[in-house]
């Protein structure tokens, strides 16, 4: 299996402000994806983040609020911009792997509360 | 239109009752179901992978199965710490759906 690091795990935000969430995988991939997941719904996604390009955003997120750096085939990040308390979620940063049947993992979740 | 729908949205069960949770899909073409478990605040946990009609995986207490229209996770005799929200997916090649997921309480 891949083993993903999200840090922040939680955190209490002050309306306004900017969070960047980082996401470590302990090997390399080429697909990296960004969802959020907001109290007792499923998960959306984002972004897609591939090394080298930039972001592909689903309809109705943006890179003005989200936006994501992608910087290796082992790091991403993903910036919560201006946030106000709709923004309150858990925000997940998960993986393909091909090599273990396409299957995608996700890392422990950033719980993220805007006040 | 491709579509993942999961049932019960909740259940109880008593320790040591066993039941089946379902994921019923239309897609176009599936390259995979998975199921995961997640706990309360925190990041899906994976559990199984399925890719053709009559595959099983199992793990402890859990069976999963797969047919052309749904798939099932078989819990026996749950303990308490099985209580979780379970969450099917499915990989079309092109996109990853996922179901609301069914919140398990395995009461002792």
């Known amino acids: 299996s891949a083993v993903i690091s999200q840090k922040p795990s939680r955190d209490i935000c002050q309306r306004g402000t900017s969070l960047t969430i980082q996401c470590q995988v302990d090997s390399q991939v080429t697909m990296m994806f960004w969802y959020r997941q907001q109290p007792g719904q499923s998960l959306t996604l984002i972004a897609t983040a591939n090394q080298g390009s930039e972001a592909t955003y689903e309809s109705g997120f943006v890179i003005d609020k989200f936006p994501i750096s992608r910087p290796n085939l082992t790091f991403s990040t993903l910036t919560v911009s201006n946030m106000s308390p709709e923004d309150s979620s858990i925000y997940l940063c998960?993986?393909?792997?091909?090599?273990?049947?396409?299957?995608?993992?996700f890392g422990e979740g950033s719980w993220l509360t805007v006040v | 239109e491709d579509q993942v729908t999961q049932s019960p949205e909740a259940l109880r069960l008593q320790e040591g009752e066993s039941s089946s949770l379902n994921c019923s899909y239309t897609?176009?073409?599936?390259?995979?179901l998975f199921w995961y478990r997640q706990d309360p605040g925190k990041g899906p946990e994976f559990l199984f992978t399925?890719?053709?009609a009559g595959e099983e995986k199992e793990k402890e207490r859990l069976k999963a199965t797969l047919t052309k229209k749904e798939s099932f996770l078989h819990i026996t005799a749950p303990k308490p710490e099985d209580s979780a929200t379970y969450l099917c997916a499915l990989n079309t090649g092109n996109q990853f759906y996922f179901g609301t997921g069914t919140s398990l309480t395995v009461i002792p």
């Open positions: 998960s993986v393909e792997v091909p090599k273990l049947g396409n299957t995608i993992y």
């Open positions: 399925l890719y053709s």
């Open positions: 897609v176009s073409g599936l390259r995979g």
